[in-house]
């Protein structure tokens, strides 16, 4: 095995290939969120802005709501603690888009059943989660940085809120972690390295939970 440029202590990025182009991570998320559009729909919650809610849900969605941690942030339309109480009421959306957030919070079973408590009967969360990541610094410093997930760790994390309606997938294989974790961007990659999967590598856990009706 020659190493070659990665022959090195230090990431090729430090801040995930984003300096780069797209991050790794982004190409399986957006690939999971593309076959779940139909989910985003009327009213919507995300988290940080409104990015997805509008690709993926545009005139399907009639209310797009935004979800930052306190003090808040530019487009914030709701700032609460997924830790804590969020100040919105039982059953308010049909769709919660919630991506690469949940290794922010501590508590995260707590995190998991707050979300079944605004979304409506019948309601959709969208959610996905690190496998193998770096630390994000900003985060780390921020809020902190707490958790790496699994599918077996998500499915009984969600199945505790949600009871029987989840469905987890992972994405990724050892290339894309190396990728990932050096900072290449995705456009440095074959298109290839996107379609294969290999279990043993979770890049990035996704999943689909209805509130049940
Ligand atoms: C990297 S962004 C993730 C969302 C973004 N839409 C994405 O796909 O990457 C991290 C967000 O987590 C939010 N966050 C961190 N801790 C939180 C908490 N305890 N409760 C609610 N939001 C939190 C921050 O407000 C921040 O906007």
Same mark, same amino acid.
């Given at each position: 095995v020659a190493l070659g440029d990665l022959g090195s202590v230090d990431p090729v990025s430090t801040v995930f290939g984003l300096d780069r182009g797209t #991050? /790794? *991570?982004?190409v399986p998320i957006e690939r999971f969120l593309a076959r779940h #559009? #139909? *989910? /985003?729909? +009327?009213n919507v919650l995300e988290v940080a802005d409104s990015l997805y809610t509008r690709r993926f849900g545009g005139a399907a969605v009639s209310r797009a709501d935004v979800l930052h941690a306190p003090p808040g942030g530019r487009d914030a339309t709701v700032v609460g603690d997924l830790g804590g109480r969020l100040p919105v009421d039982d +059953? &308010? !959306? *049909?769709? %919660?888009?919630? &991506?690469? &957030?949940?290794? =922010? %919070? =501590?508590d995260v079973g707590h995190a998991v059943a707050e979300v079944h408590r605004i979304l409506r009967p019948g309601g959709v969360l969208l959610l996905t989660v690190p496998g193998i990541s770096q630390i994000s610094r900003v985060d780390m410093d921020r809020w902190g940085d707490f958790w790496r997930f699994t599918t077996r760790s998500t499915e009984r994390l969600l199945a505790e809120a949600f009871g029987g309606d989840v469905r987890v997938e992972a994405h990724g294989n050892v290339l894309l972690a190396t990728a990932f974790l050096q900072g290449l961007a995705a456009e440095e990659l074959p298109s290839w390295a996107f379609d294969r999967e290999d279990?043993? !590598?979770?890049?990035v856990v996704c999943a689909r939970a209805v509130r049940a009706a």
């Open positions: #991050a /790794v *991570d982004r #559009a #139909a *989910d /985003v729909r +009327g +059953g &308010t !959306y *049909d769709c %919660v888009i919630l &991506t690469q &957030t949940l290794q =922010f %919070v =501590f279990r043993d !590598y979770e890049l």
